[in-house]
């Protein structure tokens, strides 16, 4: 994969890791979000070559840091609104912007572009949808979301904020978080928790506190709702992946806030769930991830 840089602002400068088949295959652009810990390395197992749940053989790919996440920059004082989903979103639409009007990168979206996006990076690529020109917007296809945070407004309990709020303290914190909370250690190997903590320990102060402090917060619904009545029904689709043994998005959450909200909008929507896997997918269950993106 070939490394690019977004600049969006002064403050701001978006690392991504793209990729193109050597042949097309008249396939959508795959743009990766991740989740509220993660970077475009959460993806590693779906970008990379030679492993059996790559897509970089039939599908390009643009696998994006978030701000303040990974090799990304982002603002180190935060107001309030710096590290919101809508913000991040804004950033995203720039992106694509820049990558459709640059000829070396143009051809890329000849096909159309789908949203793979995980958790906080699903409620990103949901408040997506109102920042985009209508360029990109008919050339969007859908979403894959896994195990993705709702629209709406979260509020948590108040133990459970303050875990999230020290969960990225230091290494010994990441590693409890992910063996207690984001996934079974069994479904995981010695990089993918190695990955896991450098990517967590890397997000910078802002980033981290944020999301719970409060992006999570947000209420995206009314902007995305506004869009989708738009859009011609059944144009756009989903399909939800979610852990069935996730604690940060429960399925029962998923369907009700995500799914039918979605369906409710007229997109066309599936859930699936992975039984035994809890909420990073990418890196529990990647064939799991891998199947929903190609039946798409």
């Not at 609104?81 to 143009?106: G, R």
């Not at 998923?254 to 909008?265: P, S």
Request: with cysteine; glycine share 6%; proline share 6%.
């Amino acid at each position: 994969m070939t490394s690019i840089h977004f600049h969006i602002s002064n403050e701001v400068t978006l690392h991504a890791r793209l990729s193109r088949p050597a042949i097309s295959h008249k396939k959508p652009l795959l743009v990766f979000l991740h989740y509220w810990g993660g970077s475009s390395s959460t993806w590693y197992k779906l970008t990379s070559p030679g492993l059996p749940t790559s897509l970089i053989s039939t599908h390009p790919t643009l696998a994006c840091d978030l701000r303040g996440w990974g090799k990304s920059t982002g603002p180190s004082v935060d107001d309030g609104t710096a590290y919101l989903a809508s913000t991040m979103a804004k950033d995203i639409a720039t992106a694509l912007q820049q990558l459709s009007s640059d000829n070396a990168t143009k051809n890329l979206l000849d096909d159309g572009f789908i949203f793979v996006a995980h958790s906080m990076g699903a409620k990103v690529a949901l408040a997506t949808l109102p920042a985009l020109p209508s360029n990109l917007l008919e050339s969007l296809k859908g979403f894959v979301l896994v195990a993705p945070a709702p629209p709406t407004a979260l509020s948590l309990p108040p133990q459970m904020k303050e875990q999230q709020k020290m969960a990225y303290s230091n290494e010994e914190s990441v590693r409890w978080t992910v063996e207690n909370v984001l996934a079974n250690p069994a479904h995981l190997d010695d990089r993918d928790i190695e990955q896991i903590v450098r990517d967590s320990l890397a997000g910078n102060k802002s980033a981290k506190e944020a999301w719970p402090g409060y992006g999570m917060q947000e209420d995206i619904s009314g902007g995305v709702k506004k869009v989708l009545t738009s859009v011609s029904k059944g144009k756009l689709r989903a399909s939800i992946l979610v852990g069935g043994l996730d604690v940060v998005e429960p399925r029962e959450q998923v369907d009700r806030h995500v799914r039918l909200f979605l369906e409710e909008n007229g997109v066309e929507t599936s859930l699936q769930y992975v039984a035994n896997g809890k909420h990073l997918l990418p890196l529990e269950y990647p064939e799991a991830v891998y199947k929903e993106i190609v039946s798409f």
